[in-house]
């Protein structure tokens, strides 16, 4: 496992927090760096890898002090999917392993909910986004029944703090609060064990 990878991310990310204004552009410019992140499927620890029988999990990797994003492991066991959701900031969504189907919906005049498109298979290495600006409603399901998928997201904020929804067909909203699945998060810091 080469934990440097994520620590670079991070690095490269808090760079880009400080050179790029938030919002659309910071989004623009993270889209490459995630691209590079899950690339390679050799540095998510084990820990941040494990799926639940009953609900897909969130992993928090690392979150900004200034919480200007966060970095979350997204672990899908066989078959599993979100609620249909929004997300209130821009969020990047990376697949590292298995595959995702991700499928948009947009508020129509009457109030309810209509899908946008075809709904996307995401391989790994794909790079998928929502914002508000561009689409901020979706649901994300695990293309397979029979194995564990799993995504790296990055949001323009602390994520699993966001007051957000849930949505229904009908387009009624349910306010929630994601949190993370665990109150462990990776150390990055621990150099000892890196060659060179
Ligand atoms: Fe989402």
């Keep these: 496992m080469n934990i440097r990878k994520l620590r ?3 690095v490269a990310m808090t760079r880009l927090a400080n050179a790029v ?108 986004a929502v914002a508000p600006e561009i689409g901020d409603i979706h649901q994300v399901a695990n293309a397979y029944r029979d194995r564990v998928s799993i995504s790296i997201h990055v949001y323009g904020g602390n994520i699993g703090a966001v007051s957000r929804g849930v949505y229904d067909l009908q387009g009624k909203e349910k306010p929630f609060i994601s949190g993370y699945s665990s109150d462990d998060i990776p150390n990055l810091w621990d150099r000892s064990r890196e060659a060179g």
């Design 21 to 128: 204004s938030s919002g659309p552009p910071l989004m623009e410019a993270a889209k490459p760096l995630l691209g590079g992140l899950v690339a390679t499927d050799d540095w998510l620890p084990e820990g941040c890898a494990a799926h639940d029988d009953r609900y897909y999990r969130q992993y928090l990797l690392h979150c900004d002090p200034l919480e200007r994003f966060s970095l979350v492991s997204f672990v899908w066991g066989p078959g599993q999917k979100t609620p249909i959701h929004d997300h209130r900031v821009w969020g990047l969504i990376g697949v590292l392993r298995g595959a995702e189907i991700a499928t948009r919906y947009m508020r129509q005049p009457t109030g309810s909910l209509a899908k946008v498109g075809e709904s996307a298979r995401l391989e790994p290495g794909d790079v998928d």
């Design 8 to 10: 670079d991310f991070v």
